[in-house]
């Protein structure tokens, strides 16, 4: 029988177009809203592009890059941007706390020559992306949790500062009349920012930072800091990213599988869809939001959603935009 990778293969090879081979292999496929055009998205690199309406931190990040400075350094100058914006609520200062009401955060970096470090459950740090990138370049790990995180943020002269914002006090004390734990699609859900830049070498860095959901269980951790799920990077190939629902991108270890099916002949469109179809296909996905942002290393982009309403943020030479990514309902 043919493998299901070789059928890809075979087929790309034959010229047959990734669509139609991901309607053979998903019954489901015939549900999925088709788009406004080609699923195919082609940019100039150098490009910045993160999940949702980041475009300050896309231009923070592609000003780095524009100066000849390095992907790595791009994705984390860019993603510090939400993780210091007050009003954001799902990532870093002002992001919303668990149900004991601290503000937790996960964080990840990783580089063009596969180096990675990442802080689960960091407290008290307003920019967990630059302690994760220290985890990366001084220590001989690749990540670092809770209090072991904390203490070694302080070491390397972070300050220790309170997360909470007035707004988020009285989110929370709001939530205790209830205590109803049910996240809110694409609000709590709107959850994450990943970004990936090419640089102007052409090479692919990646950064991914969030408080998590809000109102979680004390001890979470979801798919953001964890390589290969919130995040992963190939230089020879691309990169992809996710946001939404960690725990069902944690179970498919969706990033990973996106870059393995772009190294299999996807693009980065169809790799995220069908990155989407794999958790569609096991659990229940009408209040769930899951999406995923990629780019080979062509700088061809694409991403795709389980519900509407996620948008990516793009920049290049030529402009900063906001696009609607593609969802299955
Ligand atoms: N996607 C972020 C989280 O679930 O924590």
Not at 12 to 26: E, K, R
Not at 98 to 115: H, P, Q, Y
Not at 179 to 202: C, F, R
Request: include cysteine; glycine fraction near 10%.
């Amino acid at each position: 029988m043919i493998k299901r990778r070789d059928f890809i293969k075979t087929s790309a090879a034959l010229g047959v177009p990734t669509a139609a081979i991901l309607s053979a292999c998903n019954p489901n496929e015939a549900n999925a809203k088709t788009v406004k055009g080609s699923l195919e998205n082609a940019a100039k690199t150098p490009l910045v592009i993160s999940t949702w309406n980041n475009k300050l931190a896309n231009q923070t990040a592609y000003e780095i890059i524009k100066k000849n400075g390095s992907a790595v350094d791009a994705v984390e100058a860019g993603v510090q941007i939400p993780e210091s914006d007050p009003k954001d609520q799902s990532v870093g200062y002002g992001g919303h706390p668990d149900r004991e009401g601290n503000v937790t955060l996960d964080a990840c970096i990783m580089d063009s020559k596969g180096n990675y470090g990442s802080v689960t459950y960091l407290q008290h740090i307003k920019h967990p992306i630059a302690v994760a990138r220290k985890v990366m370049d001084e220590t001989p790990h690749v990540m670092l949790s809770g209090d072991g995180a904390l203490q070694f943020a302080l070491s390397q002269g972070f300050k220790k500062e309170d997360l909470l914002t007035a707004k988020t006090k009285a989110d929370y004390k709001e939530w205790l009349k209830t205590s109803e734990y049910k996240p809110k699609v694409n609000i709590e859900l709107h959850d994450t920012i990943g970004m990936i830049a090419i640089d102007g070498v052409g090479d692919i860095s990646g950064a991914c930072t969030t408080s998590g959901l809000a109102y979680k269980m004390p001890g979470r951790v979801g798919d953001s800091p964890i390589i290969g799920a919130g995040l992963f990077v190939d230089n020879e190939i691309g990169a992809a990213t996710a946001t939404g629902m960690g725990e069902a991108v944690l179970r498919s270890v969706g990033s990973f599988l996106i870059v393995e099916l772009m190294r299999n002949g996807l693009s980065p469109a169809d790799a995220c869809k069908e990155a989407v179809m794999r958790i569609i296909h096991k659990q229940s996905y009408k209040d769930l939001q899951v999406g995923y942002l990629a780019v080979n290393k062509e700088g061809d982009y694409g991403a795709f959603a389980i519900q509407p309403g996620f948008v990516f943020a793009l920049t290049t030479d030529e402009e900063t935009k906001v696009i609607d990514a593609i969802s299955y309902i």
